[in-house]
């Protein structure tokens, strides 16, 4: 399909005059058409098509299908249908009521289009280019963010129906690309034990049994890896990408001693969060948060808080399950640098917040970071006492640092902790902590002398300052519209779905969850314009008896 962009059109007569005699009030794509008359235009995809060949549907129409699809938590044949049959989505498409529309494969194929062409957040920033010229959202004001966990599409399977399955899953694609070859290779038990899909409560149920089939099926895998080795092997066996599952699969749960399979220990694997938890969605990881356990990916959604504004949604990134929060900070700034929308506050928890993150923001983006910090881990001793870091006198200029005894250290040394952050190491006399009346209180018996580490001095003084703050009565009370973007995490789960993938891979679910915060965008922007206020905090009626 090719591109030739054409302008916006009018909305028909007819379909304009049925549009407002069935929804006087307007619904939020017929407020969308009225006051963003091209809210996306062909010009924005031109890069995503080619210039030669058939012509294809209008980009823009489809993009605005989409955000009104996930609006509704619709699937494809559903918002096909709507296109055909109602009328307000006609308006906004700017569509004769005759148009029959067009068949739902359309949908998906414009979704492939946009990842192929890294355009995930297209929808997203197209609309906010929009809604910042018309003065609904800006930069330099208050923003938040947060996260949640987002189910993937496929289950995760325990360790035996995973290699299970992962073999069958190869043996079946290997089947449909080299079919004589295959013929050949498989063993006549093969043909048996991987027919049908691999799932629990058809294995054994005995540990020695379970036991016995792993063994098996290992010696299967290695059998068909080392056939794929082999030098008559098709070249376009290899190429399956289900086949380079397999061998991951069997480089973390297979060994080979002495050309025996070996189930491997629990020492011997890596962390769960590393590990494949099926062989349809290798990009699906476990993690857990709290009490909660999943297998699929994170969101973070960043949205605007002031209090004299719409509260629109700027950025959503999708990111592995296991990622820490803070390592997704200084990418959020980076992102709304690009957009030109950087808040001067940004409100997060302690996930995202440590010591890097407060000097970086403030240097690179002129953004406070607004969050409580992790306190620092106390030493107990009989006596419950033990001098802290914060009772250490740190002298930069002279470099020395001085105990809560009067004692000066003797060595300062610069260098890097255990995950490559500089660190600060002060070292202290053995004569003065041998012969310290407060050595209890200081360090452990098996040390001979204290040794204080702490961060470079900006980091150090950051961190020290948000420390403070969070005891201030003021900056808790600022700090309390934080707590706003638990109600938008919950509108997007509960109304649109963003908890749970409609696709497998990262790249798919990455883009549901932009073109989910596009789709609240449009609704909390419609709301806005209509006069519509923002929605409290809900009260029981017993909690309200005490009002």
């Known amino acids: 399909m090719s ?5 916006v059109g009018e909305i028909p007569p007819e379909t304009m005059r049925i549009a407002r005699a069935a929804f006087p009030s307007g619904t939020v794509a017929t407020r969308l058409r009225d006051k963003f008359s091209a809210l996306y235009g062909d ?50 498409l700017g569509l004769e009521l005759t148009d029959p529309g067009f068949h739902f494969s359309v949908l998906t194929e414009f979704r492939a289009r946009l990842i192929a062409g890294g355009a995930e957040h297209l929808l997203l920033d197209r609309m906010l280019d929009h809604f910042k010229a018309h003065g609904l959202v800006k930069a330099r004001g208050q923003q938040r963010t947060d996260s949640t966990h987002v189910l993937a599409a496929v289950h995760d399977l325990h360790l035996l ?36 899909r691999i799932e629990d409560y058809r294995l054994p ?64 694997l890596p962390p769960v969060g590393e590990r494949l938890q099926s062989p349809y969605d290798p990009e699906m990881h476990y993690s857990t948060k709290r009490q909660m356990e999943w297998s699929g990916y994170k969101v973070h959604v960043t949205e605007t808080c002031d209090a004299d504004a719409a509260h629109l949604i700027t950025h959503v990134k999708t990111c592995p399950a296991m990622q820490p929060d803070m390592a997704s900070t200084a990418e959020i700034h980076e992102r709304l640098a690009a957009k030109g929308l950087l808040p001067a506050e940004h409100f ?51 470099e020395q640092v001085t105990c809560p005894q009067g004692k000066a250290s003797v060595t300062w040394r610069a260098g890097l902790d255990e995950v490559g952050a500089p660190r600060i190491q002060a070292v202290f006399s053995r004569t003065d902590c041998g012969a310290c009346t407060a050595r209890t209180l200081c360090t452990p018996a098996k040390a001979a002398r204290r040794s204080v580490y702490f961060h470079p001095r900006p980091e150090y003084e950051a961190l020290n300052a948000a420390r403070a703050r969070m005891h201030d009565p003021a900056w808790q009370q600022r700090y309390h519209i934080r707590a706003g973007i638990e109600g938008t995490l919950s509108q997007g789960v509960r ?33 806005w ?5 923002r929605s409290s905090t809900r009260t029981t009626r017993f909690a309200a008896l005490a009002a």
């Open 3 to 7: 591109l030739h962009p054409a302008p």
């Open 529 to 533: 314009l209509a006069g519509v206020p």
């Open 348 to 398: 997060v928890d302690s996930a995202y917040v440590d010591a890097a993150l407060l000097v970086g923001s403030q240097r690179d983006h002129g953004v406070s970071l607004e969050g409580p910090v992790r306190g620092m881990a106390r030493r107990r001793t009989q006596a419950e006492q033990a001098y802290e870091q914060r009772h250490f006198t740190i002298d930069w200029e002279h």
């Open 495 to 527: 109304a649109l779905g963003m908890r749970r993938s409609r696709y497998i891979g990262l790249a798919k679910t990455g883009l549901q969850e932009a073109c989910t915060g596009a789709a609240m965008n449009a609704l909390r922007a419609a709301q």
């Open 161 to 196: 129906e995973l290699v299970a399955e992962t073999l069958r899953a190869t043996l079946d694609d290997l089947a449909a690309v080299v079919p004589d070859w295959l013929r050949k290779t498989a063993q006549p038990a093969w043909f048996e034990r991987y027919a049908r």
């Open 43 to 92: 010009e924005d995809f031109r890069r995503l098509y080619p210039s030669r060949g058939q012509p294809g549907l209008a980009p823009w129409r489809l993009a605005l299908v989409t955000v009104f699809q996930f609006l509704e938590h619709l699937s494809d044949r559903q918002a096909a249908d709507a296109v055909r049959a109602r009328i307000d989505w006609k308006y906004a």
């Open 205 to 268: 149920k005995s540990q020695e049994k379970r036991e016995a089939l792993a063994l098996e099926i290992g010696a299967d895998g290695f059998f068909l890896l080392d056939a794929l080795d082999g030098a008559g092997t098709p070249s376009a066996a290899r190429e399956i990408p289900m086949v380079q599952t397999l061998r991951d699969v069997w480089r973390i749960h297979y060994a080979r001693d002495n050309g025996r399979p070996r189930w491997r220990s629990g020492k011997e």
